[in-house]
């Protein structure tokens, strides 16, 4: 049976951006990494959503004022790349967790260290799509997927069943999630993850602030994603605020600042203090 992503189902479409973005990084000379799978993961549908972003984020008849959505979703990716691996390195956590997995192929293209069980959890027709898409790549790493969506009320138990122990340590990757889900849905998936991890346990997201939810300049990319069904609907300028609420002391860190620039990101980075810009930030920490 052929699985095709519904072109019109907002959580696939965003999903096989990511993969696009990804596949065009691989090309450039100064590529942050090398995705040799994301080409095949996104098909003939790359060129169309890259199409549309780069005409949202490099009008021809004005200066750019939104983020470089590639540089972004390079610095990303090499960002929580580095991070995922020195979490689980020297003695770390035997088990990490990526929800949502999308067409992410981290399984298949980084080193993991042996005994790591690597978890991937997305809908079922994501992930059906995904297996046929990487058929006859082996991943490179005990790889373990969770057919369930996340808004599931059993996705707990489905991960438990898959071999997944909440008393031991583990890293948890939240990326491109929050800020598509209303803010009631995102608090509530921190605190399903929090009661679901053990004390030490890393956590890893993306997140924008409120006001690059609204800014009048954000405009052009954010119709793009309304006019996929998946607008940005939660953002919040206190990101160590949020997941503290929930247990988790973090750092959170914006593109360009140091650790979080691979000399890619074109644009200032203005203090925290200053109000009205938008802003996107990677936060990392652990579990108290």
């Known amino acids: ?3 095709v992503l519904d072109p019109a189902d907002p959580v696939e479409k965003t999903a096989l951006l990511t993969a696009a973005l990804r596949a065009a990084e691989s090309l450039r000379e100064d590529r942050l990494y090398t995705d040799p799978y994301a080409a095949t993961l996104v098909g003939d549908a790359g060129p169309r959503l890259l199409a549309e972003i780069r005409a949202a984020t490099f009008p021809p008849d004005r200066p750019r004022s939104i983020p470089s959505t590639p540089d972004y979703n390079a610095i990303r990716t090499r960002f929580f790349d580095d991070f995922l691996q020195r979490a689980v390195g020297e003695a770390g956590p035997a088990q990490l ?3 949502p997995a999308g067409m992410d192929s ?5 080193d993991w260290p042996a005994g790591l069980r690597y978890f991937e959890v997305d809908r079922p027709a994501v992930l059906a799509f995904k297996e046929e898409r990487l058929r006859g790549a082996a991943p490179r790493v005990d790889h373990v997927t969770v057919a369930v969506d996340l808004t599931a009320d059993d996705w707990e138990d489905r991960l438990r069943a898959a071999g997944y122990d909440p008393d031991a340590p583990s890293v948890w990757m939240l990326e491109g999630l929050l800020y598509y889900i209303p803010e009631h849905d995102a608090r509530r998936m921190l605190e399903r993850v929090a009661a679901f991890c053990a004390p030490g346990s890393l956590v890893a997201a993306d997140l924008v602030n409120a006001a690059a939810l609204t800014l009048p300049h954000m405009r052009p990319l954010l119709d793009v994603f309304a006019g996929w069904g998946c607008p940005w609907l ?5 990101p160590e605020a949020l997941f503290g609420q929930y247990g988790f002391d973090v750092t959170a860190v914006q593109p360009g600042e140091p650790g979080a620039d691979f000399g890619r990101w074109p644009d200032p980075v203005p203090d925290r203090s200053v109000k009205d810009v938008r802003r996107v930030f990677f936060v990392h920490g652990r579990r108290r």
Not at 234 to 238: K, L, P
Request: hydrophobic content about 45%; glycine content about 6%; overall charge neutral.
């Open 106 to 110: 981290r399984a298949y293209r980084l």
């Open 97 to 99: 967790v990526m929800a």
């Open 1 to 3: 049976m052929t699985h």
């Open 234 to 238: 939660f953002g919040s300028d206190e």
